[in-house]
């Protein structure tokens, strides 16, 4: 860590740059949550670090034009504690709130959580059952793309060098009934065995207009299924639907072993929490919960 630069750029266009003269040697920099603990054990050794709290407004949340846009900069305790995202997206709030500690979501931010591609974390699953996108810009320009392709492998996202994460936009409204169950194994403020969150639109006549089911914390990235979500659209709720689609999500996921959990656990595990989570969100609970 001993010669280390760090660049504290005022604008993207002088962080985007200043990553492309690394050419994918150096790393951004914005909560340090993670990125802090990779340096110190050693894991990553770039030569520099190009810190992003200097570049003013990316850490804004607004609700815009139907789009809730949260800064890539923004915390994950101030995601939590938003009214504007409290109100179109508790689950969301909900989640972030559940992350880590305190000492954490005040540091840890929406777009480091997202680029640690770390499989175990929260926020991910509950944002591509929102259906939510991230705009990325390099010094090529910008673009978009749904947070579910964000991730490619562990650890690993699609972004070039010089590309950043500047903002995360959920469409509203979001299917107002929905819960996100954090299965933890160990103390109460790990990370996730496996993650559930589960959002659903009722038709009017009572069956489900749409369900969407996503599970995160298994696998390198968060696994969502439209041929089981389509196992629901348009049934009855019940207890055999909840439970066809966890099945239809145990057969399929293909789980990581670690502490948390075995393979064979968190397979038994994800049908058990897609059950509960749909069932949850059918009877009109909003939010998450750690369980
Ligand atoms: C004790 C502890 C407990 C935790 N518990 C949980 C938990 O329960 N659930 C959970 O979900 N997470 C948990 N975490 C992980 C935590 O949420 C992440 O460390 C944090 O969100 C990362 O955000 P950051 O801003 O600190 O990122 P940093 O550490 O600054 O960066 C992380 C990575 O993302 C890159 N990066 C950061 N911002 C951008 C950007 N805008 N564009 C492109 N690349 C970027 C960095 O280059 C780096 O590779 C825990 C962490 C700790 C230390």
């Not at 985007?16 to 990553?44: F, K, P």
């Not at 789009?67 to 109100?87: D, F, I, T």
């Not at 790990?190 to 038709?203: H, K, Q, S």
């Amino acid at each position: 860590m001993a010669d280390l630069l760090l660049h504290r750029p005022r604008s993207l266009e002088e962080a985007c740059a200043a990553l492309a003269r690394y050419e994918g040697e150096a790393r951004a920099i914005a909560g340090g949550t993670a990125l802090v603990l990779m340096l110190r054990q050693g894991l990553v050794a770039p030569p520099a670090l190009v810190r992003l709290d200097g570049i003013p407004g990316l850490d804004t949340i607004v609700e815009e034009n139907g789009v809730l846009r949260l800064g890539a900069l923004a915390p994950l305790s101030a995601v939590a504690a938003s009214p504007v995202v409290r109100a179109h997206v508790p689950v969301l709030a909900d989640a972030c709130a559940l992350v880590g500690n305190v000492r954490v979501r005040n540091a840890a931010t929406i777009g480091g959580n997202l680029c640690e591609a770390d499989y175990a974390s929260d926020p991910p699953g509950v944002l591509v059952a929102l259906d939510a996108r991230v705009r990325v810009q390099g010094t090529a320009g910008t673009r978009e793309l749904p947070v579910a392709e964000l991730v490619r492998d562990f650890y690993e996202t699609v972004l070039a060098p010089d590309e950043l994460v500047t903002e995360v936009r959920i469409p509203l409204p979001a299917p107002a009934d929905g819960v996100y169950l954090k299965y933890v194994t160990r103390s109460a403020e790990d990370r996730p065995c496996v993650g559930v969150t589960a959002l659903v639109r009722r038709a009017p006549d009572g069956r489900l207009g749409e369900a969407r089911v996503v599970v995160g914390a298994v696998a390198d990235r968060p696994l969502r299924l439209p041929e089981a979500e389509a196992l629901a659209r348009g049934a009855e709720p019940s207890e055999e639907l909840f439970r066809a689609v966890g099945a239809a999500y145990s057969e399929v996921v293909e789980p990581v072993s670690d502490a948390r959990g075995s393979a064979a656990y968190r397979q038994q595990m994800v049908a058990v929490f897609v059950r509960r989570a749909l069932r949850a969100a059918v009877a009109g609970q909003r939010g998450s919960q750690r369980v």
